[in-house]
């Protein structure tokens, strides 16, 4: 009797410390299971970013070192075209993938897959939007009608433009009452008639005279 109570205290202090090993195991294993994964840290540009300047490169920080094997990274626009240039650089924990040259305004998508060192695949997506701003280079088409410089405006106000509106021909002379010189020449042959006809008269008076 007193060795079956024996035995039954035995067996119920086993199974405490069984249970007791079992919790500390089981926190302990899940621990390692879920560092053996590659996790990620960081990534440029950051998830939902709102960008006003074109990225040259999206980079992906891990943890841990990821393989260089399989590393893979695909940055696409709107429309599905993608806009990565060349393959992704594996530098240890940092996964880096260029892009192309002056990536237009739009919504990007990066979607990742990479190995970690006890061959767990790792992938997920992250997306960043980038507007650009409009161009303030001025217009080079010519205005419909050009300005005039200040030298050119003061140049035409010292020398006004001729203008044949109410102009009259000048005469050889201005001193004959208004009369041009073609009107004086008539009346002074006029008067040379008239006098010459005068003496003529004259003259044959004299003679008929006894």
Request: charged fraction near 10%.
């Amino acid at each position: 009797m007193e060795q079956g109570r024996r035995r039954g205290a035995a067996s119920r202090a086993w199974a405490t410390l069984a249970a007791l090993l079992l919790g500390l195991l089981v926190p302990l294993l899940t621990a390692t299971g879920a560092q053996a994964h590659a996790v990620l840290r960081s990534i440029s540009p950051t998830n939902g970013a709102q960008l006003t300047k074109a990225p040259t490169q999206v980079v992906l920080t891990f943890d841990e070192a990821v393989s260089t094997s399989f590393a893979t990274v695909a940055v696409t626009d709107g429309s599905g075209a993608s806009v990565s240039s060349g393959k992704a650089q594996v530098d240890g924990s940092k996964v880096i993938q260029p892009l192309k040259a002056d990536l237009s305004s739009g919504k990007y998508t990066v979607a990742y897959r990479v190995v970690s060192d006890d061959g767990h695949p790792v992938s997920d997506k992250t997306t960043f939007t980038l507007t650009v701003p409009a161009s303030t280079t001025p217009s080079s088409s010519p205005s419909a009608t050009p300005l005039a410089s200040p030298t050119s405006q003061a140049t035409a106000a010292a020398n006004p433009a001729p203008t044949t509106q109410g102009a009259t021909t000048p005469t050889g002379s201005d001193t004959g009452g208004g009369l041009p010189a073609w009107a004086w020449i008539v009346i002074a042959a006029v008067i040379l008639v008239a006098a010459a006809g005068t003496a003529a008269v004259l003259g044959r008076r004299r003679q008929q005279q006894p």
